[in-house]
């Protein structure tokens, strides 16, 4: 048994200093990362020695398991085992966990998980639960880092420079843009390392929700289900992204631009 | 269509409520395994369910209940019906469920029949005609006062209402078609539209409303089961389909996507032709059938950029260029233009010279016109002079001179008229005869071909008279009757003269004209050529054309929609025919390129709160922009027309949407064909279209043959006067707005019928009745022409007056009662040779020609006449009184059959064939060459044949017969010894062969074998021997110890060395040694002698308890390591035998040498064998004890090879390690 660490935030609420977080296992000498990948590759013949390459995808999202022991080392009480059971297993879609080390240690440091619980048990020696057993299944095969957050507030003309630093370097990343106008007319966002240029036509004060990674935008001009947004009269189809690295990004308009980025990282679990 | 969701936004499986006909809830439907919905645009959606029999081993309380015409309610999405008894199984684990497909709820309008229903049609039953919505016009017939329109949204009962829901088409279909359906949306620009037709004599309603009703207004259906209400959108509204914002990738919701190309197989040429042989493209497609298009294989890369360069110049030479067309006017266009113009004004000129050639007077010069009263008569004068004004308006800009109609024209204005005011003044003066007009020798009423007959028969005459001595006196004596019958010969000579005249005045401008049409022809040519894409100019060169030509894919294309008729005039013709041009062009537009269709699979979305921004959008009919891989966006965006998904057991994913075909013409898609027309499927050899233009294009052609009807009544009162003046301007308006109605018209009928039947105009006069209901959608201005018109059809039609033309009253003895002076003034003087059906024609009074004049029957003659007016084909009596047949060859002059029969020049050369020549009838001397007679049996006597060198056939044969004879006895004797010979060697090869058979044999080197085979297999077996005793030689060195209870067992490394003819057998003594006593030595020995796999190299004994081989089996090296307890000379006592190591091939594997600590059940690690390389070049294989510490380590030497060629050497059988 080990201790993991000392303590978890999931879903808004942390883990209460009362309990601690450890691995049950005897020799937790190896842990799964997630970053198992599956290589897509071609056939082996007599006559190619040397298959061909499609490009790897991960096998599977993030998996681990933790356990969670009262700091005193007494059993759980019904009423603790329901509070942490109920809060850590209805979250029906991934949240937020964020992993607090022990000691110096800084293994999960600035790292966040998306997941949910997916499996439960409990030790129970002497027939009183001592330790219950979760099992973590990211929403993702690797955490990531803090969101970082980019404001510009353009009047004309901004070049700014978004810093790319996702662990995965042959990926884009494709941020999510919060695009408030202030004035009516057309805003372009382009990614001059790329090449590439993003318009939209606004109206003063309408407030675009631009999710480059799902391909939607959601306008709260007005009333929630009110799109005024047209894809067809409004936007270039074009998806804004950023490559591994500094990101020179040009705004031209008169609006507020906030860049999110929640960058992969390859460490952790 | 919202479905079911918690209130954290998680789909819901949905509940399916059971429900009894009439929307009845009997309660929610447990036990479903599946319940997957396929929505549709414009159709059915279908609902697919599987449900248990039993649940918890309890039966499934309204499992029995689910049975056909039960009802499914789903709440949020609506209303379904199970048409038919569900499907029951019973599986072999003894499971028992139904499988039922449900529909939505409209398909109970499928239940509901529309019988003789008619919209707009003008007939009785037709629902527009109703009291309150016409006017009687006092002659029985009836004027329409407001036809049906598509929807009227503020209905009215009130039948004098002009919101008289009758006079709606939805409006009567939901008060007597639609049940409990509500309307609900209608949009505003499709209520509004009047006019469109339906004739449905049996059809239920729902394919009514989402076929026929769709198809003609061009909306769709949108049917709320949940309300039972109908919503209708035309294309232009936004509910038919808007564009969201919904944008499908790789990267958020798609899984997969199938893309194919909608045809079977791409075409890039046509061969284009109308609905007949005649219509054909090649006077607006430089002299061309076919067309081409290959700018989509051009432009996909399939060629050099080169040629698609050189392709694309010569498209542009013919299509694009613009040329002068016209010098006087500076107008330009097109290559592909000025070859039409050209075409053109060779049609004119080609019809002048058809006029000059062809001209004929018209069967009104032939009327009878002393039937006819004073007041009708001068009616038909003036009749008639508005015909002329009439044609001349027509020919407006041309002279009436060079048109077709000039022969009609000059009948009138020469024949007709005249006579017509000769009888009005022969009744005003109360002359017996009127001034008789002879059409006969008015030469200006015929063109050079009659002329050239009629020169022909009056030349015949004078000869016939001048041969008779009727002619210019020879002598003083003269013949009888001479003086009459001179001047006879005079009037004839007068003839030939004056017709001499008149074709020495036509044939100049015949010529001319001719020269006209040569230049145009040469012109046409020349243009064929400048634009061919074998002129040098373009620069393709052999292999591009090569190329071209493999890219070159045809198929036919008919579009039976135009059709050029022959009552078309030429310059009409040319417009069909471009029109046709334009029509393959743009089909072949869309058939060179691939119309991709769109099928994907994604993400269910619907599960997704994420994506709850686009659940909205996600509806049929709306348009979705989907990406593929590598960035590839397909635009437009798709419009969504089916989806499927699971909305019971939602651990199923698949979510599966359709997309409209859209077809991509000049850059521009749209998918109204796919909704509204279905698939446009082709196939190899059958590209046609039938429908649309067709329509037009009929309606054209009736329209032109109902006006032309109309222009050419000639009893028509003063009534209809109006139309008479009409100028051409405002005929052709009115000629539009019938071509307006006429396509309306024949839009829901059968197309040929109705046209027949316009044409006609017929008096059942459906047609008729339809634009009654109708002319109220016309413009009133261009319509009242019409109107007024058709007023006076009803009045020819209730009987006052008689047209020739409206022929079709159906008279019958009870309803009608003749008059005898009707019979004998009425018809009887009036009736003409067209009036006739299965009389006695004398052709002596009636001349009969066809329209072209290449056909004429005059007294006893009947001639066919090619194009330029020469006879090819006379059958009848002559001038000499005759009776011939004269068929002539292209020149006119050579006969290939005369009234001698057929001539020489008939028969060509290869012409009569064997089956021609009738059996037994070609005698000998029809021969002019000896023929070799036969017996009576068809015999030849070979005495007759000579041997081709003078001698006798018969006697040569019969020596060769003796000869041949002979020989034969001799091979087959020969033959007899080869066989039997071949027996014996036979039998020798299958009893046996030895290699001493083999007296010299050649090897591969051309070396001589002899007995090599022998001497091979005596060295083999010596050297087996010398193997086997080197085998005995290992057992040797066990047992010759010097005590013989006794043996030293040396810890010795052997090694065995394959040379190359025997094995040998090394030992390398070790440092230690072990003695043991005999017993155990033999048992050692006993397992080296049993073992058959292979050779113990060496055997080391560690302890008492421990022997260590290392041993050489078939394929492999094992150490092996025996444990004993106690006594290891019992080999009963064997604790275990294991493998400590192996070296298979180049792979030597180490296991760990186990000790077992009995009493605690433990194992340690005791030892282990390893390879040491001491450098590259080294090898050890050495025994490590593993419980001593390094310092005192034994290490036991094994095996040591100072090179890895050693070590192959050693153990050649792998290889090396």
């Not at chain 2, 003046?725 to 019928?753: I, P, R």
């Not at chain 2, 060195?1037 to 810890?1051: A, F, G, Q, V």
């Amino acid at each position: 048994m080990a201790i993991y660490g000392q303590y978890f935030t999931y879903d808004g609420r942390t883990l209460d200093t009362s309990y601690i977080l450890v691995s049950l296992e005897p020799k937790n000498t190896t842990a799964a990362t997630g970053l198992g990948r599956t290589i897509r590759k071609g056939e082996i013949s007599p006559f190619r020695p040397v298959p061909n390459f499609y490009g790897t995808q991960y096998s599977d999202v993030l998996i681990f398991d933790f356990s969670i022991i009262r700091t005193d080392g007494n059993p759980f009480t019904q009423a603790e085992t329901r509070d942490l059971n109920a809060w850590l297993t209805s979250p029906n879609s991934p949240r937020k966990f964020i992993l607090k080390d022990y000691g110096g240690c800084d293994v999960h440091e600035n790292l966040e998980y998306f997941g949910l619980i997916s499996d439960h048990s409990a030790f129970v020696p002497d027939m009183a639960p001592c330790a219950l057993n979760f099992t973590f299944t990211c929403s993702s095969p690797y955490p990531h880092a803090a969101e970082e957050i980019i404001t510009a507030d353009v009047t004309g003309t901004q070049t700014i420079e978004l810093n790319n630093t996702s662990d995965e370097y042959e990926w884009d990343y494709y941020p999510f843009v919060e695009l408030t106008a202030h004035e009516s007319g057309f805003v372009t966002i382009n990614n001059e390392t790329l090449d590439l240029g993003c318009e939209y036509k606004v109206y003063a004060g309408q407030r675009l929700m631009i999710d480059n990674a799902r391909c939607t935008i959601t306008d709260s001009f007005t009333a929630p289900d009110l799109h005024l947004f047209r894809f067809e009269d409004d936007f270039n189809l074009c998806w804004l992204r950023l490559a591994h690295g500094l990101n020179r990004v040009t705004v031209r308009g008169n609006c507020t631009c906030v860049f999110k980025c929640r960058y992969p990282r390859k460490a952790g679990i | 269509m919202k479905f079911s969701y918690n209130r954290f936004s998680r789909m819901e499986p949905a509940k399916l409520y059971l429900a009894r006909p009439g929307r009845q809830r009997i309660g929610v439907l447990e036990g479903i395994c599946s319940a997957h919905l396929t929505a549709k645009f414009n159709d059915l959606w279908e609902l697919s369910v599987e449900i248990d029999a039993r649940l918890n081993e309890k039966a499934n309380p309204l499992y029995e209940e689910v049975i056909h015409f039960m009802e499914i309610f789903i709440e949020n999405v609506g209303w379904f019906r199970i048409n038919s008894y569900p499907t029951e199984t019973q599986d072999a684990d003894g499971r028992v469920y139904k499988t039922f497909t449900a529909y939505s709820y409209e398909t109970n309008l499928q239940d509901k029949d529309l019988n003789s229903f008619s919209i707009n049609c003008g007939t009785n039953e037709s629902w527009e005609m109703y009291e309150e919505n016409y006017i009687e016009n006092g002659d029985g017939s009836h004027r329409l006062i407001k036809n049906i329109c598509f929807y009227i949204p503020e209905e009215s009962d009130d039948p004098n209402s002009p919101h008289y829901y009758r006079l709606g088409l939805i409006n009567i279909l939901r008060r007597h078609y639609l049940g409990q359906w509500k309307i609900g949306a209608v949009d505003p620009e499709l209520a509004k539209q009047t006019g469109q037709r339906f004739e449905i004599n049996s059809q239920d309603v729902y394919s009514f409303l989402t076929q026929n009703v769709s198809a003609a207004y061009q909306c769709v259906f949108e049917f709320d089961s949940l309300s039972q209400t109908i919503h209708i959108y035309g294309v232009n509204s936004r509910e038919f389909g808007r564009q969201t914002n919904i944008y499908l990738n790789y990267r958020n919701l798609l899984q997969s996507a199938v893309i194919r190309d909608a045809h079977d197989a791409a075409y890039t040429r046509f061969r284009v032709q109308g609905g007949n042989e005649e219509t054909t493209i090649p006077r607006v497609n430089f002299g061309s059938e076919t067309i081409d298009n290959l700018h989509y294989v051009l432009s996909c890369g399939l060629v050099g950029p080169e040629l698609t360069e050189k392709y694309g110049a010569y498209e542009f030479y013919r299509d694009g260029e613009l040329v002068t067309l016209n010098e006087f006017t500076g107008e330009t266009g097109t290559r592909r233009q000025l070859y039409t113009e050209l075409s053109k004004q060779y049609t004119a000129f080609l019809i002048q010279k058809r006029e000059l050639e062809e001209r004929a007077p018209t069967s009104e010069a032939l009327k009878n016109w002393r039937a006819y009263s004073l007041e009708e008569l001068r009616a038909e004068v003036d009749h008639y002079e508005t015909i002329l004004e009439r044609l001349v308006e027509f020919h407006e800009g041309t002279d009436i001179a060079e048109t077709l109609d000039y022969a009609q024209y000059l009948t009138i204005r020469d024949v007709v008229i005249p006579s017509i005011l000769a009888e009005i003044d022969r009744k005003e003066t109360g002359a017996l005869t009127a001034e008789e007009i002879n059409i006969e020798t008015n030469w200006v009423l015929y063109g050079l071909l009659e002329l050239q007959i009629r020169r022909n028969l009056h030349q015949t005459l004078v000869d016939s008279y001048q041969q008779s001595g009727f002619g210019t006196p020879l002598g003083e004596t003269l013949p009888d009757g001479y003086a009459g019958k001179h001047t006879l010969y005079l009037q004839e000579v007068t003839y030939v003269k004056e017709i001499d005249a008149a074709i020495a005045e036509i044939k100049p401008q015949i010529e001319f004209l001719q020269q006209e049409l040569n230049a145009l022809s040469s012109s046409l040519r020349v243009l064929e050529a400048d634009c061919s894409i074998h002129h040098a100019r373009f620069g393709f060169t052999e292999e591009d054309l090569r190329i071209l030509d493999a890219l070159t894919v045809q198929t036919d294309y008919t579009d039976s929609s135009i059709e050029t008729l022959d009552t078309d005039d030429a310059f009409y013709k040319l417009v069909l025919l471009e029109k046709l041009y334009q029509s393959a062009a743009r089909q072949l537009e869309i058939e060179s390129q691939p119309q991709f269709t769109f099928e994907i699979t994604m993400d269910n979305l619907f599960q997704l709160s994420e994506y709850a921004c686009l659940y909205n959008d996600f509806e049929l009919g709306n348009f979705i922009y989907l990406e593929l891989q590598n960035d590839y966006l397909i635009q437009p965006a798709l419009r969504m027309v089916e989806f499927g998904l699971e909305l019971v057991n939602l651990t199923n994913p698949d979510f599966t949407v359709t997309f409209s075909n859209q077809i991509t013409a000049y850059g521009k898609a749209d998918d109204y064909a796919f909704l509204f027309e279905g698939s446009n499927g082709s196939s190899k050899n059958s590209i046609s279209r039938s429908s649309g233009d067709r329509i037009s294009a009929a309606a054209s052609a009736a329209a032109n043959s109902v006006l032309k009807n109309y222009l050419q009544v000639k009893e028509l009162d003063a009534q209809i006067a109006d139309i008479k003046y009409a100028n051409v301007q405002e005929l052709s308006a009115l000629k539009g707005s019938f071509v307006s109605l006429l396509t309306d018209y024949l839009k829901t009928d059968e197309l040929e019928a109705r046209v027949a039947d316009i044409q006609s105009l017929s008096a059942d006069s459906a047609f008729i009745d339809y634009l009654n209901s109708q002319y109220i959608r016309a413009a009133g201005g261009d319509f009242n022409t019409l109107q007024a018109e058709l007023a006076n059809v009803r009045t020819l039609l209730s009987g006052q007056i008689g047209a020739a033309d409206l022929t079709a009253i159906y008279l019958t003895a009870d309803n009608v009662v003749i008059d005898d002076m009707v019979i004998q003034n009425g018809i009887a003087k009036r009736i003409a040779v067209g009036d006739l059906k299965g009389d006695r024609i004398s052709t002596d009074q009636f001349e009969v020609s066809s329209d072209k004049g290449l056909l004429q029957i005059k007294g006893n003659t009947q001639q066919f006449l090619d194009q330029d007016g020469r006879v090819r084909i006379q059958m009848g009596q002559d001038a000499e009184g005759n009776f011939n047949f004269i068929v002539r060859g292209e020149d006119g002059t050579t006969a290939l059959f005369d009234e001698n029969g057929i001539t020489a020049d008939a028969v060509a050369d290869g012409l009569i064939l064997n089956h021609m020549i009738g059996a037994g009838t070609l005698s000998k001397d029809r021969l002019n060459f000896p023929v070799v007679e036969t017996d009576e049996n068809g015999n030849v006597s070979i005495t007759k044949i000579y041997d081709g060198e003078g001698g006798n056939f018969g006697a040569a044969y019969t020596d060769f017969k003796t000869q041949v004879k002979e020989e034969s006895q001799s091979v087959k004797d020969t033959m007899g010894g080869i066989s039997a010979l071949l027996d014996s060697v036979n039998r020798q090869f299958s009893v046996r062969i030895w290699q001493e058979d083999i007296e010299t044999a050649i090897d591969r080197n051309d070396g001589e074998i002899r007995t090599s085979i022998n001497e091979l297999t005596t060295n083999f077996n010596v050297q087996l021997e010398q193997i086997k005793g080197s085998v005995q030689d290992i057992t040797y060195l066990l047992e010759n110890e010097e005590d013989p209870n006794s043996l030293t067992l040396l810890n010795r490394l052997s090694e065995i060395v394959l040379n190359s003819d025997r094995f040998e057998v090394r030992f390398t003594e070790m440092k230690d040694s072990l003695t043991y006593d005999n017993d155990y030595i033999e048992s050692l020995r006993t397992r080296i002698v049993s073992n058959k796999e292979g050779i113990i190299i060496a055997t080391s004994v560690n302890t008492d308890t421990n022997v260590t081989q290392l041993h050489l089996g078939s394929n492999i090296i094992e150490f092996q390591e025996t444990n004993y307890i106690d006594d290891p000379s019992n080999t009963k006592s064997i604790l275990e035998k294991k493998t400590l190591a192996t070296l298979t091939g180049n792979a030597f594997q180490v296991n760990k040498v186990i000790a077992k600590n009995v009493e605690v059940e433990d194992e340690m690690v005791v030892g282990s064998y390893k390879w040491i390389t001491s450098d590259s070049n080294h090898f050890r294989l050495v025994y490590v004890d593993e419980r001593v510490t390094a310092a005192v380590q034994n290490t036991t030497e094994l095996l040591e090879f100072n090179s890895h060629e050693e070590l192959i050497e050693q153990f050649p059988l792998y290889g090396g390690i």
